[in-house]
């Protein structure tokens, strides 16, 4: 039996792109497994925006990573190299949540969220990261719960090219809401309009945006799904309509370091009594049934789309977390660890 190797943080990281020695890799012998339990050797894991935020206490995240920790894991996908479980025989490929970024985990069934043997009609297992995910499972929350869209009502999204941005907003479109997103680049608008299916995408790198913004959205804007703060968030909250909902889902524009970034003037809030609420999704993870029997049935009537992105090599962590916060990815940012089968 191979040693198992896992990632620890070095030190905290200095503001901006992340070093090859910001990690270290390193070896323990592999964990006895207990009746019921099973060994999974981790083959791919998101990259969320998260990924860069707990390293730094300065970026405001809820929790932050101290040099020595382990690194956590929002979602993998792994191939059962052993098992002690009536449920889940050796060779099985599933998906779960949590965990940490290591080459194999011991999994408990029965105190593991998310798990999942991998479905033989979902045609891409990166699904089962992305739209069939936790950042599905994120965007979900967000625009059922907080956004609310009724058919015809304006919905903007803010880093509509991203994981939950592109999928958030497919899901404002499958609830009859016309969708506005922000990304930037040119290269980027065009793709989350015309594969994404959004009615219209906006620019945030060009010098006019804030004027490009409101043409795009000439009534106002009745929902607002936000995952930047910053700039993009100021153009935003003066667009919102009175009784506008705004979900709180991320700020990615404080994630590398440096501090806080200036957002929105909040009497916005009050003027307009707007409801405004942040959210986390794993103290919802009691709804994942709801969640999969109405995404599950988008998704099996071709109405949902994902792209994804990825980094191979353990060594290389570093770089899928730096392409993510660069920008450099459309859809879901993915890191492998281990050959697909």
């Given at each position: 039996m191979p040693e198992n190797t896992i990632v620890r943080l070095n030190r905290?990281?200095?503001p901006g792109v992340l070093p090859a020695?910001?990690?270290?890799l390193a070896t323990e012998s592999m964990p006895d497994l207990r009746p019921g339990q099973m060994l999974v050797e981790i083959i791919y894991q998101t990259i969320d925006a998260g990924?860069?935020?707990m390293l730094d206490s300065s970026s405001g995240y809820v929790f932050t990573v101290k040099p020595g920790d382990r690194l956590p894991a929002s979602a993998s996908i792994g191939r059962v190299v052993s098992s002690r479980s009536d449920q889940y025989g050796e060779g099985a490929l599933v998906r779960l949540f949590g965990g940490t970024r290591q080459r194999y985990q011991r999994i408990d069934p029965e105190?593991?969220?998310g798990l999942q043997v991998l479905e033989s009609d979902v045609v891409d297992p990166m699904h089962y990261l992305g739209i069939l995910g936790i950042t599905g499972f994120t965007a979900w929350l967000g625009i059922t719960d907080i956004c609310r869209p009724a058919p015809g009502e304006t919905v903007l999204v803010s880093a509509a090219a991203g994981a939950v941005g592109s999928t958030a907003g497919q899901f404002a479109k499958a609830l009859g809401a016309r969708v506005v997103g922000i990304a930037g680049g040119a290269r980027k608008c065009q793709y989350v309009r015309d594969q994404f299916g959004f009615d219209d995408c906006v620019d945030y790198q060009a010098t006019d945006f804030s004027e490009r913004l409101?043409?795009?959205?000439?009534?106002?804007v009745n929902s607002y799904f936000e995952n930047v703060g910053g700039a993009v968030q100021q153009a935003a909250f003066s667009l919102l309509c009175d009784f506008a909902r705004v979900a709180m889902c991320g700020q990615v524009a404080q994630y590398s370091g440096g501090g806080e970034v200036p957002g929105a003037n909040?009497?916005?809030a009050v003027n307009r009594q707007l409801e405004v609420r942040g959210f986390l999704a794993h103290t919802h993870y009691h709804r994942l049934p709801s969640f999969m029997a109405q995404v599950g049935q988008?998704?099996?009537q071709g109405r949902l789309i994902q792209s994804h992105n990825v980094?191979?090599?353990m060594e290389n962590l570093h770089e899928a977390i730096n392409s993510l916060v660069a920008g450099r990815n459309i859809g879901q940012q993915v890191h492998q660890l281990a050959a697909y089968p």
């Open positions: 905290v990281p200095d020695d910001i990690f270290e990924s860069r935020a105190r593991c969220v409101a043409q795009a959205c000439p009534k106002g909040l009497m916005t988008w998704y099996r980094v191979q090599g």
